[in-house]
C-alpha cells in the first residue's frame, strides 16, 4: 500500500544531482508556463501557451510520482518506508503527462457547438501528453484512435484525480482562469488564418489548410520542449541561465559589416573586375532589406560573393523589422566551418562579451533523452546560428523531442539557404508548405540563395505544397547581365558513348595539371575518388596530390583545404580527386576542372571552383562519363545524368550554365521526381504505403480516417519514418589528431558524469566524427573497430586502427604507415 503524500506538504519536481537541492513542483510548473507563454507569443499563442506550461508536469502531484521522487533520491528513508521498493519498481514508468492533458481536454472540449472547443483542447493535450515522448499518433496505423485512448486513460494509472485535489491552490486558480472561451476564441482566430483559401493569390488546398495546423501545434509544441529543458537544466546548472537570450544590438554587426566592406573595396589584391560586380550585389542585398518579410530568391553565379552579400541583407533587414536572429542553412558540414569563419571575421571581435555565431552540425547528440543529453542539447540561442539542411529539416519533421525544441526559433528571424538546389527530392512539398508557413505566420523572412535556382515555386502538383515568391522577390534585377559578366569558364562536352576508363581520366587530370598548374577532379563515387588518387600517386609528388570525401572527419577536410589553398595561392602544383563535398560553396580556385556526368546544377557548381576569382583569361571544366560506375542506388545523380544529356542534346548553341538552360533542367528533373516528393513510405514504415505529406495533413488512406477526430495526423509514426537523408548514417568519433584526446576525455568523463564537460567534449568532437552508412557500421561492429562512451548514450569512438591519413574512416584495418596521421 502506497502512502499518500498530504497536500500541506512539499511537492518535488526535481533535485539537484550535485548537492541534493529540491525544485519544487509549483515553482517548476510556474517557470516553465512563464516561459512557453514568451515563446508561444511568436504565433499568438501566449495564453495557450502558459496553460500547458502549467499542466505538462500536473502528474507529477501525484502519491505514485512524489514517493518515487522521494526514495529515488535518498529523502524518504528506506528502513521506515514500506513503499520505498514499490516507489523504485516505478521507476520511468510513472505516468505524469496523461493527468495535465486530460484536465485540459474536459476544460475545452464542452465548448462550441461545432466541436471548437474539441479542436483547441485536442491541440493543447497533444503537446502536453507528449513532451516526453515526442508528438503521439492521432490515429495509429493501424487505425486505432490514439488520441481518444490517451486522454480516457484510466484514472488509476493518470492520477488525475488525485493531482487536482493535490495540486497548490494558485496553480488550480491559474489554470481555471485560463481555461476559458478567451482563450478559445483567440486559438480559434489563429486557426481560421490557417485555413484561409487563399495566400499570395494562390489556393490553398485543403491537404496544406490539414498540414498547416498540424505544424501549428508542433510549434506550440515546440515552446513547451523547450521551455520545460532550460528550466530543468538550468535547474541542474544555474550558472548557465545568466548565458541564455543575450541580445545583441544589430547596429553593432551593421557596423562591423560595412567597415569591412570599405576595406575590401580598397584590397589591392582583390581582382577589380570580380570586386566590383561583388560589390554591386552587395549593393542590391542591402537596398532589397529594407523591403516587407516574405520569402525571397538571391540567384547569383559562383564566384559572387553570396555569403556576405546575403548576411549584408540579414543584418539589415534583422534591424529594419526587429528580428531575433540570422540563421544560416548550409548543405554540407564541409563548408559550415568555412562560413562561419568568414562571418566570425567580419562581426566577431576580441572583448565581445558573448559570441556572435554559433555553429550546430553534429550527429552527436544521443538519440535517446536522457538527462545528459538534455543538458548538451543546442536550441540555437545566438544572434547568428549556422547549421545544416540535416539538421534544419529534422527540426522542422523528426520524432522525438530533441530536434523539435528548436523549431520556435525559425520565428522571427532572417533564414538564409545557401545552395538550396541541395534540397532531398523527397522533402520538397513538405519543405515548400513548412516554409510558406513560417513567413505568413510566424513572421520569418527567408533567402533561397544558390546560382542554381531550383523551380519550388513551379512544382506539378501546387495543390500538394510549393513556395509562394512573388515574381519581384528576386534580389537581382537582371539575373542574365549578371551571368555574362561572371563568366569565367567554359564547359566542354567530352561525354563519349564508350564512357572513359580509369586510365584515360587519369591521363587527362595529369595532362591538365602538367599545363595549367592546378586541377580538380570531382566524382561522384568514393570508390572512384581513392582509385584514381592511387592510381597518379605513383606519378604525382605527395606534397601535390590530395584526396577529400565524407570519410574524413571535418577536422580533417580543414587541414587538407588549408594546404591546398597555400599551394595554389603560391602556384604550386595541386591535384585533388574529390567527391561532390567539395562542389557547393566551398572557396577555393583551380585553373582546371574535371567532373564526371552529373546533374546539370552540380556541373555548374563543380564550375564555381574553376576559375573562381578570375585571374586566368580563359579556363575549362571537362565533363566526362566513366564507363563503370555504380550509381544505380544514387538516384540523385543518376536522374540528373540522364536530364543533363537531354539538355546537353537540345542547347547545342547555347552555353550550359544559362539561367534558361538551367530552368529547363529543373524542370525535366522535377517533371520525372514529381512523385518522390510526398516523402513516400513504405508498408513496413507506416503500416501501408503512405507518405509522409499524408500522415501530416490529413491522413485519409488512415482506416481510422472516420473517427471524430479533429486532428487526425500520424504524428509519431511520421516522425519515426521522417530521415533527412536518403539513408539513416550513425556518428562516430575519430581518432585524428585531436579527435585522440577528446574521446580520452569523455571516456573519463563517462566515468563519473560531469554536465559542463560532457558538454564541452561533445562540442569539440563535432570536427572529429564523421557519419557512416548501415551497411559500413554494421562491418565495424562486427570487426569490433568502434565502441560506445558510456552505456546507452549511443555515442561512439573508432578504433586507430580504422582511420587512414589519406582516405580517412575505413572499413578494414589500415596498415601502421598509413594510420600514422600527420
Known amino acids: 500500500m502506497m502512502i499518500k503524500i498530504q497536500s500541506n506538504k512539499l511537492n518535488i519536481a526535481h533535485v539537484r544531482t550535485s548537492d541534493k537541492s529540491i525544485q519544487e513542483l509549483e515553482t517548476h510548473l510556474l517557470e516553465v508556463a512563464e516561459i512557453t507563454k514568451k515563446l508561444a507569443a511568436k504565433i499568438n499563442a501566449a495564453e495557450a501557451g502558459e496553460l500547458i506550461g502549467l499542466l505538462h508536469d500536473f502528474g507529477k502531484y501525484s502519491t505514485s510520482f512524489q514517493n518515487y521522487i522521494q526514495s529515488g533520491t535518498g529523502l524518504l528513508n528506506a528502513d521506515i518506508d514500506d513503499d520505498y521498493v514499490d516507489a523504485i519498481a516505478l521507476k520511468g514508468k510513472i505516468d505524469h503527462s496523461t493527468a495535465g492533458a486530460q484536465w485540459v481536454w474536459a476544460a475545452l472540449s464542452k465548448y462550441g457547438k461545432n466541436g471548437e472547443g474539441k479542436l483547441c483542447g485536442q491541440l493543447l493535450a497533444l503537446c502536453i501528453a507528449s513532451h516526453h515522448s515526442g508528438l503521439i499518433d492521432c490515429l495509429k496505423p493501424d487505425g486505432v484512435n490514439g488520441f481518444k485512448e490517451r486522454v480516457n486513460k484510466d484514472d488509476c494509472r ?280 513560417l513567413s505568413a505566420y510566424a513572421n520569418t523572412t527567408a533567402v533561397l540563395c544558390t546560382a542554381t535556382q531550383p523551380l519550388l515555386d513551379q512544382l506539378r502538383s501546387p495543390e500538394k505544397g510549393q513556395l509562394l515568391i512573388p515574381k519581384e522577390n528576386e534580389l537581382i534585377d537582371d539575373k542574365r547581365q549578371l551571368f555574362e559578366q561572371l563568366k569565367r569558364v567554359e564547359i566542354s562536352n567530352k561525354t563519349k558513348p564508350e564512357g572513359w576508363s580509369e586510365d584515360e581520366i587519369a591521363a587527362l587530370a595529369l595532362s591538365e595539371l602538367d599545363s595549367k598548374g592546378s586541377c580538380l577532379v570531382i566524382v561522384n563515387t568514393k570508390a572512384w575518388a581513392q582509385a584514381l588518387y592511387m592510381q597518379c600517386s605513383e606519378t604525382v609528388d605527395k606534397d601535390s596530390l590530395f584526396h577529400l570525401s565524407t570519410n574524413q572527419c571535418s577536422a580533417h577536410r580543414s587541414e587538407i583545404f588549408n594546404r591546398m589553398r597555400l599551394r595554389l595561392d603560391a602556384q604550386l602544383p595541386v591535384l585533388c580527386f574529390s567527391t561532390q563535398l ?175 564537460s560532457y558538454y564541452t567534449y561533445l562540442k569539440q568532437a563535432q570536427k572529429f566524427s564523421v557519419n557512416v552508412f548501415p551497411n559500413v557500421w554494421k562491418q565495424l561492429l562486427e570487426q569490433n573497430a568502434v565502441y560506445e562512451i558510456h552505456s546507452g548514450e549511443g555515442v561512439y569512438c573508432l578504433d586507430e586502427r580504422y582511420y587512414s591519413k589519406e582516405f580517412g574512416l575505413s572499413s578494414k584495418p589500415v596498415s601502421k604507415a598509413e594510420a600514422d596521421i600527420l
Not at 489554470?175 to 493569390?201: I, S, V, W
Not at 550558472?239 to 543575450?246: D, I, L, P
Open 158 to 437: 493518470s492520477h488525475l484525480a488525485e493531482c487536482k485535489q493535490n495540486a497548490d491552490t494558485f496553480i488550480s486558480d491559474r489554470m481555471l482562469n485560463l481555461a476559458g472561451k478567451p482563450l478559445l476564441t483567440a486559438m480559434l482566430d489563429q486557426l481560421k488564418l490557417l485555413t484561409r483559401q487563399e495566400q499570395h493569390g494562390q489556393a490553398i488546398s485543403e491537404v496544406i489548410q490539414h498540414f498547416y495546423i498540424g505544424f501549428w501545434t508542433r510549434f506550440l509544441f515546440s515552446c513547451l520542449i523547450d521551455a520545460d529543458r532550460i528550466n530543468s537544466a538550468d535547474f541542474e546548472n544555474p550558472h548557465q541561465a545568466v548565458c541564455r537570450n543575450k541580445v545583441l544590438s544589430w547596429d553593432i554587426a551593421i557596423n562591423r559589416m560595412e567597415l569591412f566592406l570599405t576595406e575590401q573595396l580598397t584590397n589591392k589584391d582583390q581582382d577589380l573586375n570580380i570586386n566590383t560586380i561583388r560589390s554591386t550585389i552587395s549593393e542590391a542585398c542591402k537596398n532589397r532589406a529594407q523591403d516587407a518579410q516574405g520569402i525571397y530568391t538571391l540567384t547569383v553565379p559562383t564566384g559572387g560573393g553570396k555569403t556576405y552579400a546575403s548576411l549584408r541583407y540579414a543584418l539589415h533587414h534583422a534591424k529594419k523589422h526587429s528580428l531575433e536572429r540570422i540563421i544560416y542553412i548550409i548543405p554540407y558540414t564541409s563548408i559550415i566551418e568555412q562560413n562561419a569563419s568568414a562571418i566570425r571575421k567580419v562581426i566577431e571581435q576580441e572583448g565581445d562579451q558573448y559570441p556572435w555565431v554559433l555553429e550546430h552540425h553534429s550527429n552527436l547528440e544521443p538519440e535517446n533523452q536522457t538527462w545528459h543529453s538534455k543538458l548538451a542539447a543546442e536550441n540555437w540561442d545566438a544572434p547568428i546560428v549556422l547549421t545544416t539542411m540535416v539538421q534544419f529539416l529534422e527540426t522542422l519533421f523528426s520524432g522525438g523531442t530533441r530536434g523539435v525544441r528548436r523549431l520556435h526559433q525559425l520565428a522571427n528571424s532572417v533564414i538564409i539557404f545557401d545552395e538550396i538546389q541541395t534540397l532531398p527530392i523527397n522533402c520538397t512539398h513538405l519543405f515548400c508548405n513548412a516554409l510558406n508557413f
Open 582 to 756: 567539395i562542389e557547393a560553396g566551398v572557396d577555393i580556385d583551380f585553373a582546371s576542372v574535371i567532373r564526371f556526368l552529373a546533374g546539370l546544377d552540380s556541373i555548374a557548381q563543380a564550375a564555381g571552383r574553376c576559375n573562381r576569382n578570375g585571374r586566368l583569361e580563359t579556363a575549362t571544366v571537362h565533363v566526362v562519363n566513366p564507363a563503370q560506375e555504380t550509381i544505380n542506388q544514387l538516384i540523385n545523380i543518376k536522374v540528373g545524368q540522364e536530364k543533363t544529356k537531354r539538355v546537353l542534346s537540345e542547347f547545342k548553341d547555347k552555353a550550359l550554365l544559362d539561367p534558361e538552360v538551367m530552368a529547363q533542367y529543373f524542370n525535366y528533373y522535377f517533371y520525372e521526381r514529381a512523385a518522390e516528393m510526398v516523402y513516400p513510405l513504405t508498408a513496413k514504415q507506416a503500416g501501408r504505403e503512405d507518405s509522409l505529406l499524408n500522415l501530416l495533413s490529413e491522413n485519409k488512406t488512415n482506416i481510422g480516417a472516420g473517427a471524430p477526430l479533429h486532428l487526425k495526423q500520424s504524428f509519431m509514426t511520421a516522425g519515426d519514418a521522417f530521415k533527412a537523408i536518403d539513408a539513416p548514417t550513425q556518428s562516430v568519433i575519430v581518432p585524428y589528431e585531436q579527435g585522440k584526446e577528446l574521446i580520452t576525455e569523455l571516456c573519463g568523463i563517462a566515468k563519473k558524469f560531469d554536465a559542463a
